[in-house]
Structures are given as structure tokens and as C-alpha cells.
């Protein structure tokens, strides 16, 4: 099955610096990566995917790049604020078998 | 749009006991999840259901937990009996599978202490 890693599993920024997360998967039948947040009690919630024939998507300070060679993909943050302070889950999915496997997650803190 | 709805919010049960969960996916979802998420780990899928057929439930111990997805609707997760290892956040999510978009939308979860 699938192995999804995530690196780091705690990370702490200055506010305005930027903050990357890094995920590898194993299944090269993955074709779907999206990464959820999950605020403290809270449900994860989608912030950004990419699929497998994109290589970079970028949505305002929030971008996602995918090199299905080497089957790693990263959660790009610019400009950190204080409410991005969170959990971070990466995951890969096979849409075609409706799966998705996820990494153990990265907590994100950023300091005022 | 109404999202994915679970109850209850929190359980304390001692060992041995059992629960039972219960989820609402979002309208129009066909297929649904059971996940556990221990404190600090990500979410593990337990089972999966397309409509009321068991997708997967290949990671689903299956000597103390169960699960049915009756009219292909709700949705109930059951533990009997609990053992202190299951204390986790169980969430529930569902997703618009026939559109292919991948996308899981979870509820608030289930957050189970075993005492």
C-alpha cells in the first residue's frame, strides 16, 4: 500500500519568513496530493491540491509542488502570519481506487 | 451546504466497555470514511464505504470494531469492547467520489477516552 512521510514534524518560523513542508509517497499510482489543515479541535480542512500532471499551483501565499520522478511533493507558505499557525497533513490519493493515504503531519508555528 | 455532521463530540468510557459512533455525510456523497487519528499522528483510514458497500476495510480490527453504512446514508462506528490503545479522535469523511475530484471533507470528530 502507500507510505506517505512528512518532514519536518515541527516547525517555528518569525512572522513574514516563509515555511516549507516536504512529503514523499511510495505509489506511483497516486495521482492526487492535497494538503488539509487542521487547527487545534478542529476538522482538517483542504487548503490546496495538486494533481499528478501539474507540476507547481500557487493560490495567494500558498503553493504546492509535485516531481512525480523523484515522488515527492512540498507545501510552500510566504509571508507567515499568526493564524497559520496549525497542523499541516500532507496525503496522497488514487482517485481512481478513492484512497488517500496521509503523512503524520507538521505543526506549524509562527511567532509574532 | 450542510457539512459532514458526527456524534457524539466526546466519549470517556473505562476498558472493556463499548461505543458507538454515528456520522451524516454531506448530501450527495457517495462514498464515506472512518478514520483514526491518535494524538499526534495523522488520520488512518479504517474503513471505506462506496453507497452501503464495504470500499476497503483491510486496516478495520475487526475482532473489536464495526461499522455499517445502512441506505448507504449515515453512517456508525462500534468498539466492543474498547481497550486503552483506541483512545483516539475518529473522524468521519465524505467525498464526491463519481466527480473524481479527491477532495475529503471531514467532520469535527469523535474524540474517544478509554480509561
Known amino acids: 500500500g502507500e507510505n506517505v512521510e512528512q518532514h519536518p514534524s515541527t516547525l517555528s518560523v518569525q512572522e513574514g519568513d516563509s515555511a516549507v513542508i516536504k512529503c514523499t509517497y511510495s505509489d506511483s499510482a497516486s495521482n492526487y496530493f492535497p494538503w488539509y489543515k487542521q487547527e487545534l479541535g478542529k476538522r482538517p480542512q483542504l487548503i490546496i491540491d495538486i494533481r499528478s500532471n501539474v507540476g507547481e499551483k500557487k493560490d495567494q501565499r500558498i503553493a504546492v509542488t509535485l516531481n512525480k520522478t523523484a515522488k515527492h511533493f512540498s507545501l510552500h507558505i510566504t509571508e507567515t502570519q499568526p493564524e497559520d499557525s496549525a497542523v499541516y497533513f500532507c496525503a496522497a490519493a488514487n482517485t481512481n481506487a478513492g484512497k488517500s493515504t496521509f503523512g503524520d503531519g507538521t505543526t506549524l508555528t509562527v511567532k509574532p | ?115
Do not use: M
Open chain 2, 1 to 115: 451546504e450542510a457539512g459532514v455532521a458526527q456524534s457524539p463530540r466526546y466519549k470517556i468510557i473505562e476498558k472493556r466497555q463499548s461505543v458507538a459512533f454515528w456520522c451524516n455525510p454531506i448530501s450527495g456523497h457517495a462514498t464515506l470514511y472512518w478514520y483514526q487519528q491518535i494524538l499526534g499522528q495523522g488520520p488512518k483510514l479504517l474503513i471505506q464505504f462506496q453507497n452501503n458497500g464495504v470500499v476497503d476495510d483491510s486496516q478495520l480490527p475487526k475482532d473489536r470494531f464495526s461499522a455499517e453504512r445502512l441506505k448507504g446514508v449515515d453512517s456508525t462506528l462500534k468498539i466492543q469492547p474498547a481497550k486503552l490503545e483506541d483512545s483516539a479522535v475518529y473522524l468521519c469523511a465524505s467525498s464526491l467520489r463519481g466527480a473524481n475530484t479527491g477532495e475529503l471533507f471531514f467532520g469535527e470528530g469523535s474524540r474517544l477516552t478509554v480509561l
